[in-house]
Every structure is written in structure tokens, then in C-alpha cells.
């Protein structure tokens, strides 16, 4: 089904199933343990070994030679595969650096080999027996030493460098201006399931049970890692214990546990462990950002211009931070540059809203001090300089864009106009109490997805597509997806997901994966519906679908006789027009923050949240509010403590585990709201919906700086905001 | 993970002796600390000596007026005991800091006494550290050391001591009962216990090899207001940046101990007698030899506002 004009009115609108808070369809099989992860399939492959795998020692350099004699020869060693008795091994497309380093390294953690054994235990103990001789060499791992060096570089969606009139002249002539640096450090993914895979060989055929976002991406990317036809290889990854992006990409796991079964001859499982998980994957890059503003007395922004540097591998991408500032407040002369630097640190890549969510932490903070300078509230200033069209190119307007109705709504019921605009002036006993805002946006991607649609006798639909669910909820909104499209109660849906032998879907990643997947899926059962209607004898423009009956005039049919004895099933795939060329589509919110500034210590305590979100149709209520609180949650993350410290030495992210790295906790979070705008957007997709998961996270954690503003007079431009930010500026104790 | 023998040790003296007969042994009480570091192979003894059915998990009440918290009393039933709520609330509000429910509930006296640094260059064997690898080094130094320790350390170790109730029992002047191989006894004044970092980092108390602590006791108890602040970058399941336990009597006099700074519990009795005069007198005096990396000259700041803040809660 093409999709290039906006949509009208579809069986979707009718909102039985679509729409309502439904519980999670999977939820029964997590909370009883028996979703099979990654590491869980006891049955598929029966006996498997074990591999562990050996992270380099060094950042950068090369292997002089290895040892493998002692780990060889330990108990329960099956195989041991090193890049040097590995095969011919390419580097897939999608990665940066290789999988298996050596003789070459190229960050810290690369995997350099894998320790296959009998037991878990004893792959453990024997990995670390192996011995490898460095050479290690110099290398850079200071983004701020090397700003001048830093290529233009182009970033998803856009290019490296934009333009309109002129900025300079503008900015020189502003009567309000600002100019100011900020800084976000790297982050790590940190989800609770690890890269996990098991890997079997039937003769010249793959199978991998991984945990991954993107089954077709990286069917392809395995099979071209390995020089295989990727028919040969087949990915199965139908629960997955988070990836916020980190789980787009082949990994270590997926071709370590395959060349560990080949040189074993058994099936092998391998998890990355907990330590490997920060320098061994992919994280979200440092960025430092300047931004520049300018305005007239009376608010209206006439100037903004916003430059960002991060840095990569050799060959790596830039953060996209100065995307949002290409479209989000109007000004008239304006510009944005983004500027990639060599890193000899492990790969960066996608982290949850990758580019929004690093420039909003900074843009966002840069409109509060603005808003301060010029004396006007931050949620009128940012209301003021709203704009209905591209601002870069005002012939193409924004498909849906309520912003201002979102800041009004959530200033109504946060209670801001309570607040007090001067800082400090709060206190709660031992707090300083200060609230922030800041808008939210993050763009909404169309890809194309497909599915298949299965009809029994017995009346049940069942759902195919390589559609992943990382926790998002995608089981669920694609049954109520197929419960409304068939007329059919949700528990008579069955959605198999995550696995290379279904059509090829969107994938989960980008926020893209809820309206596409589930557009896929209509088209698949607008299918199913023809076939079913020619089945009954009716005319399908005017069956109607409802109660597991087809119905026209006086006729009604139950929809299962049209399997007759066997089944009837549609496949179908959603493609775009050029209605995103045509027009702009983005995700809209608001963020409104308070928190607590300890007195004496300065420890930052967020006391509550709330979020207005303008995404489109919200397909479930429920598990969009589920994703929308966890995105907030690791905003306070970025704003309050997430920080990979680079030992910029050896280069290397020195707190690599769970207790070093650290991300919320429950008595982080005490009280968090969303609110859905009720809105559909006709462009997006025959769903009218679009993308919310990462909407969620764009703004939080200015907000949360604003509000520590607010609370304390001190404006930190260098997250995570840390007590040690503040100590040295807040008034006298006792 | 290196292979290891086990056995189960049933009284205490029996322990001891296991430990004298065997070399590179350990004891292994609630394991939520040896476990973690023997899968990394940071520690690697070749023989574990279960304690856990020593019957050394009762409270008693002492002589003296005090308690006797057997070696492995569980955290959970140490900070939830009537007695030690009520007469030794800071001891109480300090393992309440620490760790998690579920590994309070497993962690022992004894064994939160001797859990080691927390220091990230420690966790990770790519990496030259002391403490680890006598003689390789101290990546701590010049490198992250937001977390160390600002005051005690040695050219050879910055490293913090993590523990939140040895900080309370250190400014409860708790005493560690110990026996050692050959059956002899001994009392170890908590102030002596722990030992600060100087050539040998790897050494972190003053116990012989094989020597099983049997108890901690408490003297009588002091009364006054007993506060432990626990300072820390996210609400709870963090090691503290800084702490300070502090018992304040109604005249202003009191005690004071600061966990978070140095290799041991850091007390200093003659800064005490400036409590009266307030935190900044105090801590000038607690923390004046600190020699701070620039990473962590934070922490000096950090406890005195801490104490202040601790001192005007004590008064009101
Ligand atoms: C995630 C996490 C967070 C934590 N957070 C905190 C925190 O915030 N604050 C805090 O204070 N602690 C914290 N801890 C540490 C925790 O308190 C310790 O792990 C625990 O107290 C150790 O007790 P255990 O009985 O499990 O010791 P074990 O791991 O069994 O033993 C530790 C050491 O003590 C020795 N030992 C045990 N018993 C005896 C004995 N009777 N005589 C002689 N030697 C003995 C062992 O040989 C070993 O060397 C945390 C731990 C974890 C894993
Ligand atoms: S501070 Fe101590 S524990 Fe840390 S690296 Fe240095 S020697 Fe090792």
C-alpha cells in the first residue's frame, strides 16, 4: 500500500480497540518468566557452550602476539577464536569499528577473542588466562583538544552545515544576546538485558537467537560480516530486554557466538558481561555546543545560531544536536554547523533520540537564560517565537505542530504561574525550591514495514512481521491494530514478532517503530479484508468488520468461514509518498520540572514531572505514558548523574559497571504526569499517529537545569549536574 | 573465576584453625562482596571457609552496659534491633544508608567491616592498582578520582573505605572481637581496625592472617542526638561522596566521624572539642592535613557544609 495521500477517514478511527489502555499483551509471559530472551532458549538448541569474551587492554595499537596455551588448556575449553584463526571477516556496514579487533586495536574493550567451554563458568575462568602482548599506541580521546581539527560532517536527516540570511550581522546588531557553551558527556545505554546471544550452525546455515532492534539491518550486516549469502542467516530476537539504540547494530555477542559454534561445532551462547558493556558497544558521544541568540527587547528571537562538536572512530558519525534548532523557533537569520572530530574512544552511535536529545539539553537551557535576560516568562518566550512552517524553508509548513498548546496546557496544571521568576527565593526546610520548562521535539521518521495477516477457521488473526518489541509495547498496539482492522476482541489476535522469516517491518529505533509498524499491518489487513469480503460474497468497500462478523445490509457472516477449512492470509507493506517532503513532521511537548537544591549539600532531588506530549493519535494510552515516564526518567539521568568518565590517559570509560555509571533509581523519581494532546495527524500514516518514546526524553534535562536554577541561582552549563557544580555558590550554611 | 576448595566451618576457633591450615584461604560470610571480586579474579583464594553456621548471628547485651553484635549478624537485623534503634540510632541510620534492601538482608557484621575500596581502577585487572597488584601502580592518581580519598592517602593509594556502619561504629568507639588461629583472643578498638593505605594499600587492617572476627561490641551507650548523613549524587544505592556520623550532646559537645574521605573511618578526637564552635572549626581541624585531588577538593567544602548542616538538625 503506498501511502501519498493524507489519510481519511479508515476503520482505525472507529477507536474500539486502538486507542483504549490496554495491558500488555506480553505482559503474563515476563511477569511468569516465560518471554524467552536472548540467553534463555533452553530448547531451541539443546547443549550449548559457553563463550566469554576477552575486551583489549588497550585503547589503541596492535597485538604483538597472544597466548593461548594456558586458557587452551584449562578445563572445559571447547575453542578459543581470535581474529588470527577467525576466517576472513569484513566489517559490516553498520559498524564503525571491527567486531573482533586485532592485529589492530581500536578501542578500549574491542573484543580481541571468545572462550568457548562447556560451562559459563569455566569460558570465565579461562579467559582469563589468556595472554596478550600489546603494542600500544598514542591516541585521541579529548573532544575538547581537538575542536579546531573537527570536519564538517553531515548528520542523519540533514546536512552538516545550514544557512539563512545572515546570522552574523544579525546577532552583531541584536539588542538581547546571548552566547554560551555547553557540554554533554558521553552516555551509555545502560539497559538491564545485555547483548546476549546464541549462535547454531546447520551445515552452511545460521541461526542466531539475539536481542536486537533491527532483525533485517542486521541479517544482512551478520551475514556480510561473515562473507555469507544473508539467506544463510536467520535472526531470532522476539523479546528484548532494552536497546535504547544500542541494540541497532550487530554486536560482539551476535558474531562471537557464531564464530564460537562454528569453531565448536556446538551451539554457543554469549552475553557481553556487565563491565564490557561500556566500552565494548556503542554510546551516545560527548558534544559541546554554542549557541548564539538574538533578540529584540521584546522577545522575538532575530538571530540563533547553534554549533556542535562531537567525535567518533575514524569513518564514525557526528551527534546531530543542532537538529531541533533548524526547526523549532522562528528568527529569521540563522545558522547551524556540526563538526566531527577523531576519537580513538569505542564507537559512538544512537542513544534514544539521537541529536534532539543532546540538543535539547543545550538549546533549551539557552531559551531559559534568554528568556531571563529579556525579562519575559520562558513560557511565553518560547510561545513568541513559535513558528507554523520550516523556518529554513518556510514554503513547507508542519504537518501537526502544537506546541504553544502544550507549554499553556502544561503551565495550567503544573501551577506555574506560581512560580517565582527571580531564583533562590524558595525554601522548603532544608531546600531550595525551584521549578524549570522547556519544550520537547523530537522529528518523526516514515520507513516502510510490512506484515502478514493469517485468518483461521477457529476466527483467530494471526500477525507476522520482523516488528522487535524492546520493552515498548509493540506486541500490544499491533494486536489492537488487527483486533480493530478485523472487528475481532484483542484476545483473538496472535502477534509473532522478531524474526527474519516475517516480512520486513521498521524495526524498533528512532520512535519510528509504533506508527510505521502498525501502518504495515493495516495495509496487511486492508489485504485480508478484500480477500475476506470476495471470500463471503461481499462487496468490500461496504463489509463491515465487527464482533467477528462481516456484516453488510442484513447479511452477517462470521469472519472465520472465510478460512474455510484452512486459513486465508494477506501480506502487504506500507510505503511513503513525499508527504514528509512536503511537510515537516515533528513530535511536540512540554516539560515542566520542580526540584529540591539541598542547603548545605547541594544534592539535586526532583520532587515532580510532568509532561504534555502532541504526537499524533495515541494508539495505547498506557504503554505511550510507560514510554513517555521512562524517557523522562533517563532525562533526570542526563540532567542529574549519567556521565562516562574518560580516563583521557589510557582512553577509556573508567566506571564501567552499574555502580560507577549511574542511572536513576526509584527514590530518584517520586512523582511523574504525561498528558496527551487528543490529535491525529493525517500525514503521518493511515495510523495518523507518530513516534512518542523519544519525544519524551528531548527537553527533561534542561528543564531539570532550569529548575535548579530557578531553586538556586546557579546556572550549570556542563551536565550532569552534579553537587560539586553548585557547592561553591550557594550561600553560607548555619 | 579461579577453581577453589570449600568447607564449612562449625565453631569458630575451628575456623581459625582452618584458615592457619590452609593457605590463600577465605572466610565467606554473606559473599555480596568476596563473590563479586573473586568472578573478576581480584581476589582469588584458593579455599573458602563458610562461617555462615557459626553461631555468632545473636545481639547480647554486654557487662558493660553494651551490646555484643555477633560477626554475622545480617545488616537488616542489626539496623532494625530494638536496642540499637533505641540507644545506638546512628549505627542504625548508617546501614540504613548502604547498599539495598536485598543485600543488607545477606551482608554480615563482620564482612561490611572488611569490603574493600570501590575504587574503578581496582574493579578493572587491565589496569595498574596497589591494592590489587602490589607494586604495579596507582591509575587513581592523575586519573577519576572524584570518588578518593582527600585525606590519610599515600603516594602509593587514594582509595576510599566504603562502608557506612564502620563510620557509625567508629564514632561509637565499638571494639572488634577477633580469634586467631592459635585460639587466642583479642579486642581491636574500631579506631585501630582499619588502617590507612601508606606503602602497602593491600593491607587494609590491622587483622593477622587467618584471624576470624567473632563480634563488634558496643560500650554503654552515649545518648545525645545521633545523626548519620549520607551525602551522594542520586537518592539511594550509591556510595557516599561524604559522609559524617555525628553524636551531639545537649551542651554541644559530641563526637564526630567522616566516612567517604580517607581509607578508614576518619576521626580526629581533638577536633571534637571544637564542636561547640561549630562546623568550620571542626572539620579545619579534622581534614587539615588534606591533600584533595583536583577532582575531589570538593569534598573538604562538602563535609564542613555537611557537618553545619548536621549541627544545626542536632540543635533544633
Ligand atoms: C551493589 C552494592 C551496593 C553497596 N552499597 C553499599 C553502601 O552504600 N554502603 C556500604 O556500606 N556498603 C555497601 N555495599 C557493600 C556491602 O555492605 C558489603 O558487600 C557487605 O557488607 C559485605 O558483607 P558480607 O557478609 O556479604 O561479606 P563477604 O562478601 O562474605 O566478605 C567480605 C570480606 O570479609 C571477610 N569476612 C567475612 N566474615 C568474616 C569474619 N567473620 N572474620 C573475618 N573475615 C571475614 C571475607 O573473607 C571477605 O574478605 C554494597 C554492595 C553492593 C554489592
Ligand atoms: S587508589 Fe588504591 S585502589 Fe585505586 S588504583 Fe590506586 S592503588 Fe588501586
Redesign the pocket.
Known sequence: MKFDTPATTNPIDQLRVIGQPVNRIDGPRKTTGTATYAYEWHDAAPNPAYGYIVGSAIAKGRINAIDLAAAKAAPGVLAIVTAENAGKLEKGSLNTAKLLGGPDIQHYHQAVAVVVAETFEQARAAAQLVRVDYASAQGAFDLAKLTDSAKPEKITGGPADTKVGDFAAAFAAAPVQLDATYTTPDEAHAMMEPHASMAAWDGDKLTLWTSNQMIAWNVADIAKTLAIPKEKVRLISPYIGGGFGGKLFPRADALLAALGARAAGRPVKVALQRPLMFNNTTHRPATIQRIRIGASKDGKITAIGHESWSGDLPGGQPDGAVSQTRLLYAGADRMTTTRLAVLDLPEANAMRAPGEATGMMALEIAIDEMAEKLGIDPVELRILNDTQVDPEKPERSFSQRRLIECLRTGAERFGWSKRSAAPGRVRDGRWLVGTGVAAAFRNNMLTKSAARVRLDSSGIVTVETDMTDIGTGSYTIIAQTAAEMMGVPIDKVVVRLGDSNFPVSAGSGGQWGGNNSTAGVYAACIKLREAVAQKLGFNSAEAAFADGQVKSGNRSVPLAEAAGDGELAAEDVIEYGDLAKKYQQSTFGAHFVEVGVDTATAEIRVRRMLAVCAAGRILNPKTARSQVIGAMTMGVGAALMEELVIDKRHGFFVNHD??GYEVPVHADIPHQDVIFLDETDPMSSPMKAKGIAELGICGVAAAVANAIYNASGVRVRDYPITLDKLLDRLPEVG | MKSFTYERANSPAE?AAAAARTPRA????????????MKLEI?T?SHLID?NR?A?DKIEPTSEGGLRLG??V??TELATDERVRRDYGLLSR??L????GQ??N???????????T?CPYFYDTNQPCNKRQPGSGCSAIGGFSRQHAVIGASEACIATH?????VAMCALDAVVE?VRPDGATRNIPIAEFHRLPGDTPEIETT?ASG????AVTLPKPVGGKQIYR?V?DRAS????LVSVAAIVQRDGSGRVALGGVAHKPWRVEAAEADLPRGAKAVTAKLLADARPTRENAFKLTLAERTLAAVLTEARG
Not at chain 2, 544508608?97 to 539495598?100: E, N
Not at chain 2, 545477606?106 to 574493600?116: D, E, H, S, W
Open positions: 552499574l555502580a | 575456623a577465605k572466610f565467606i560470610a554473606g559473599g555480596t562482596n568476596l563473590l563479586d571480586l581476589e583464594p562461617v557459626l555468632l560477626a554475622l545480617r545488616n548508617a546501614l544508608a548502604g547498599a539495598s543485600l543488607r545477606k551482608a554480615t557484621t563482620a564482612g561490611n567491616l572488611l569490603q574493600r570501590r566504603p562502608s557506612d556502619m564502620a577477633t587483622l584471624e576470624l572476627i567473632t549520607k551522594r544505592y550509591a556510595f557516599a
